[in-house]
């Protein structure tokens, strides 16, 4: 009996060992495979194909056909022939034909900064073949450009974009593409407009840094605020007037609209005010502007009919 125990024991104990070593092996090939998944996932060197209309980037049949040996520089990123490659493409997708070659030859179709031409052909012609096209997918220079090499005879060679490869991915091509619809939006909103700071005001005893009108607003994108300003001042003997547009709430000596001293005379002497002050400024920003006075000699005066109008232009 004991024998026996001893014996399911040992067999219970055997087909403990052989589950739990059945299940370091299932463990480790799932870590193993996992880890080769994401080796093998995605990474930073890879690009997101992006489709576009044909466009012809270059045709040789408008100039000279390439001769034998010869290599020919293009550049693709930019605007160039009909197309407009943006400067992120990394690589090309691109359907390339020679027409009336004078042998049999091959086109080599590769990076610009390449030192040597690679030993391997794009577009392959015999001698007198008709027009040969080929589809080549290639990537380009670090800016942005290619090399096309033409092994023996004459030909000319023409070639057609139909689309690009971005290191973007598509999730960042795609919040690219949102951010440009909201920027056309903004700028669609952004039409010049004017900020009025409503009725004239008037402001007797002024002495330094008094504001009789105020205007302000949020700025729909980068542009231009011109401000105007307007008023009368009344000033007596000795005592003269400074006005200017601010965006402190102080008179700035280089922006003012008048400088006045009345004389001798008792009697209030009345003067134009009239300036006019540009702001560059930045979509966002809250733009504040003060139509501020101050008397020079210390004594106190008196603006009427104080008026302030900003006119908002966007940048083109």
């Known amino acids: 009996m004991s024998t026996t125990l001893e014996f399911r024991t040992v067999r219970l104990a055997t087909v403990i060992w052989i589950a739990t070593a059945i299940a370091l092996i299932v463990v480790s090939t799932v870590i193993a495979t996992q880890a080769w998944s994401v080796s093998a996932a995605p990474g930073d060197d890879d690009a997101t194909f992006v489709p576009i209309a044909p466009?012809?980037?270059?045709?040789?049949?408008?100039?000279?056909?390439m001769g034998p040996d010869e290599t020919v520089t293009q550049q693709i990123t930019g605007t160039h022939g009909d197309c407009t490659i943006p400067d992120d493409a990394v690589a090309v997708s691109m359907n390339v034909t020679i027409v009336l070659p004078t042998a049999a030859s091959h086109l080599t179709v590769f990076p610009a900064d390449?030192?040597?031409?690679?030993?391997?052909?794009?577009?392959?012609?015999?001698?007198?073949a008709p027009p040969t096209p080929n589809k080549v997918d290639v990537k380009l220079s670090a800016?942005?450009?290619?090399?096309?090499?033409?092994f023996a005879g004459e030909v000319y060679v023409l070639a057609d974009i139909v689309g690009y490869y971005t290191s973007s991915t598509?999730?960042?091509?795609?919040?690219?593409?949102?951010?440009?619809?909201?920027?056309?939006?903004?700028?669609?909103?952004?039409?010049?407009?004017?900020?009025?700071?409503g009725?004239?005001?008037?402001?007797?005893?002024?002495?330094?840094?008094?504001?009789?009108?105020?205007?302000?607003?949020?700025?729909?994108?980068d542009g231009t605020v011109t401000?105007?300003?307007?008023?009368?001042?009344?000033?007596?003997?000795?005592?003269?007037?400074?006005?200017?547009?601010?965006?402190?709430g102080s008179v700035t000596s280089a922006w003012r609209l008048r400088w006045k001293d009345a004389g001798s005379s008792n009697q209030p002497a009345y003067g134009q005010l009239a300036g006019v002050r540009a702001f560059d400024v930045a979509e966002g920003d809250l733009a504040s502007y003060f139509f501020v006075c101050e008397n020079e000699n210390g004594g106190a005066s008196t603006v009427e009919d104080a008026h302030m109008v900003g006119l908002f232009t966007p940048d083109p």
């Open 55 to 65: 466009c012809r980037v270059f045709d040789q049949r408008d100039s000279v056909p």
């Open 114 to 128: 390449l030192a040597t031409t690679p030993n391997v052909s794009s577009l392959n012609w015999p001698a007198s």
């Open 143 to 150: 800016d942005g450009a290619l090399k096309f090499h033409n």
């Open 170 to 197: 598509l999730q960042e091509l795609a919040a690219a593409q949102q951010a440009l619809a909201m920027r056309v939006e903004a700028l669609e909103d952004a039409r010049p407009f004017v900020i009025d700071s």
């Open 199 to 221: 009725s004239p005001t008037s402001a007797s005893n002024i002495t330094s840094d008094t504001v009789l009108e105020a205007i302000g607003v949020r700025v729909p994108a």
């Open 227 to 248: 401000v105007f300003a307007t008023g009368q001042a009344a000033e007596s003997a000795d005592q003269a007037v400074a006005c200017s547009i601010s965006t402190n």
